[in-house]
């Protein structure tokens, strides 16, 4: 059975509690959710990357808000 839906969705703002690298976020209708992790070496790359030489000190470059 095939069902087809249209719908228009209008989003004015968005709180988002937490995420992380496993999140899933969904804003509509799916059928079915095929999950999918890739590794992949696009760059050819035979050794790790050589540490940072920044050393970021202080506070975040955007001011944050704290939470509510």
Request: net charge positive.
């Amino acid at each position: 059975m095939n069902v087809y839906v249209q719908q228009t969705i209008s989003i004015h703002q968005l709180k988002i509690g937490s995420l992380t690298n496993s999140s899933v976020l969904q804003i509509g209708t799916t059928g079915k959710v095929q999950p999918l992790a890739t590794l992949s070496n696009t760059g050819q790359f035979t050794q790790p990357a050589p540490e940072s030489k920044m050393n970021i000190q202080g506070g975040p470059l955007v001011p944050l808000q704290s939470p509510v």
